[in-house]
Antibody, heavy 120, light 112 residues
């Protein structure tokens, strides 16, 4: 069974870049037809989809975050990553990586999430 | 973006009783060409990620107890827990995957 685990700094200063990595075990990120996804959940608010990267294709981002987001893949390490530039307090949230089985699909596997606080 | 609205925001139910959560989408998420409703339900317990319960509005994920059931079509959906157990205390979310970006409801907290 595939497992996902997020890692990265828990504290980022305003205007800097948030960088997180999702390590996938139990399956290759380049096999199958999966969409490897980043989402976030500010405290007390609903989950927000940030973007995804396909098994063998390019990324696709939430238009609301598109100009600040980059999602990339490191195939040898079986990881995918999130970079979010010019962060503000509004980017403080629990960040999750997850797997979807299609371009329009539910999320069947999730990492445990990692908290990120934007503060000076 | 499709807006998903759940009701109620919180729900207190006695052990063994039925719990029903509603979810409404701002536009139909029924894809007529395949007659599927593009809706999933998740359960999130404190300190844990969301866990997939149901997809295609009514198909239970493998391993999910039969007391969980989903229904509805078009823009109105519901999740029912037929006989609430102590381990069902959690926040429940609906999610549409009809359009990108996929969007979630605000969550419904179920308590004993």
């Amino acid at each position: 069974q595939v497992q996902l685990q997020e890692s990265g700094p828990g504290l980022v200063k305003p205007s800097q870049t948030l960088s997180l990595t999702c390590t996938v075990s139990g399956g290759s990120i380049i096999s199958g037809s999966y969409y490897w996804t980043w989402m976030r959940q500010p405290a007390g608010k609903r989950l927000e989809w940030i973007g995804r990267i396909y098994t063998s294709g390019g990324p696709h981002y939430n238009p609301a975050l598109k100009r600040r987001v980059t999602i990339s893949r490191d195939t040898p390490k079986n990881q995918f990553s999130l970079k979010l530039t010019s962060v503000t307090a509004a980017d403080t949230a629990f960040y999750y990586c997850a797997r979807a089985g299609g371009v329009t699909s539910w999320f069947d596997s999730w990492g445990r999430g990692t908290p990120v606080t934007v503060s000076s | 973006d499709i807006v998903m609205t759940q009701s109620p925001d919180s729900l207190a139910v006695s052990l063994g009783e039925r719990a029903t959560i509603s979810c409404e989408s701002s536009q139909s998420i029924l894809y007529r060409s395949d007659n599927n409703n593009y809706l999933a339900w998740y359960q999130q317990k404190p300190g844990q990620p969301p866990k997939l319960l149901i997809y295609w509005a009514s198909t239970r994920e493998s391993g999910v107890p039969h007391r969980f059931s989903g229904s509805g079509s078009g823009t109105h959906f519901s999740l029912t827990i037929s006989s609430l157990q102590a381990e069902d205390v959690a926040v429940y979310y609906c999610q549409q995957y009809f359009n990108t970006p996929p969007t979630f409801g605000q969550g419904t907290k179920v308590e004993i």
